[in-house]
């Protein structure tokens, strides 16, 4: 069993080079992909940490915390469709909002 981050944007890392290589992907993908796997996520949002929760089927909560990608690491990074003014005032996010792109971390090459 492998594990994959879940993030809200595109993460890139001062502190090492690395490669990234990004891939759109549709929500059946993300639904199989992290079938077995251990899901760590960096959500911030809490409708959105919610939808993710209703769509994978595993609770994925939602978290401020401080993501550094390192070599060898696979990501989701979950995507609003458009960008809001002010984060707060969106209390319900649905499928329809969201879009989801694979992210692979590699050493810099």
Do not use: C, W
Request: glycine letters at 4%; zero cysteines; hydrophobic letters at 40%.
């Amino acid at each position: 069993m492998g594990k994959v981050i879940l993030l809200n944007a595109l993460i890139t890392s001062n502190r090492m080079p690395i490669t990234i290589k990004t891939i759109p992907v549709t929500l059946e993908f993300v639904k199989y992909f992290v079938k077995d796997k251990d899901v760590i996520s960096y959500i911030g949002h809490e409708s959105t940490a919610a939808l993710l929760t209703q769509l994978l089927g595993k609770p994925i909560p939602s978290s401020r915390a401080m993501y550094e990608p390192r070599p060898g690491e696979t990501a989701i990074v979950v995507k609003l469709k458009r960008r809001l003014e002010k984060p707060e005032d969106v209390k319900e996010v649905k499928e329809s909002d969201i879009e989801f792109i694979l992210v692979n971390y590699e050493e810099y090459a």
